[in-house]
């Protein structure tokens, strides 16, 4: 168990619904990432989060998505009107950098989206 | 082309065998490689970091190719627990994109008793 927690772990939603993914880091950790999984494919980043500034966002991350991580400890990511083409798994991961640290990114159990 | 290549397999092979998966990577600024494994409906999870002087964990060594653009990992005497996904990753690590780590397809290995 690497200590990153993600909620929920099933979402089950219908096209044009909103829904939202939590993530809670490592609690030292002061990076956090989230990536997309399809089936058959690797993880592609989407996003990620020093402290609580988004630093980089993927141009995978379209208008519909957001995300926030509004006192640098955990994180949210809303995706709005969703279509059937973001059922996927959603994973956090996150990091301690700094001074001495290997930057390993430690990933969540990941929240898998199905969209109907 | 993709930024970072694996051979998806599957690659079936039986108990005590010695298995070598493949990777290349396309842009010549990634810094830092790495393996990592992937269980069926699992997370990724960091197996080894790949050194330019290659490096050995036990049954596993992972060798990189600068030049060529190159990073290999070799499972030796091979047990029904390495079944999983292994997925090559690399990392830039300094300009745009530099935070965050580029996954290939992984390679699905079956070790067969």
């Known amino acids: 168990d690497t200590g990153v927690s993600q909620d929920p772990r099933h979402k089950i939603t219908k096209r044009g619904q909103n829904v939202t993914f939590r993530c809670d880091p490592i609690?030292?950790?002061?990076?956090l990432y989230w990536y997309r999984q399809t089936l058959g494919q690797g993880p592609e980043f989407l996003t990620y989060f020093q402290n609580e500034a988004q630093l980089e966002k993927s141009r995978l991350l379209s208008d519909r998505f957001s995300a926030e991580r509004p006192k640098g400890s955990f994180s949210t990511l809303e995706i709005q009107r969703t279509e059937q083409g973001d059922s996927a798994m959603y994973l956090c991961?996150?990091?301690?950098?700094?001074?001495?640290?290997?930057?390993?990114?430690?990933f969540g159990p990941g929240t898998r989206l199905t969209v109907l | 082309r993709k930024e970072v290549e694996q051979d998806p397999g599957p690659f079936n092979v039986p108990e005590g065998a010695t298995v070598a998966f493949n990777c290349t990577y396309s842009n010549s600024a990634s810094q830092s490689f790495f393996w990592y494994r992937q269980d069926c409906r699992k997370e990724p999870k960091l197996l080894m970091s790949?050194?330019?002087s290659g490096n050995e964990d036990g049954r596993f060594t992972a060798q990189l190719n600068r030049a060529s653009q190159y990073i290999s990992l070799l499972i030796r005497d091979s047990k029904l627990s390495d079944s999983a996904t292994y997925l090559c990753?690399?990392?830039?690590?300094?300009?745009?994109?530099?935070?965050?780590?580029?996954f290939g397809k992984g390679t699905k290995l079956s070790v067969i008793p």
């Open positions: 609690s030292e950790h002061n990076r």
């Open positions: 990753v690399v990392k830039r690590t300094s300009g745009a994109g530099s935070y965050q780590l580029t």
């Open positions: 790949v050194y330019s």
């Open positions: 991961a996150s990091s301690l950098v700094g001074q001495g640290t290997y930057n390993e990114q430690f």
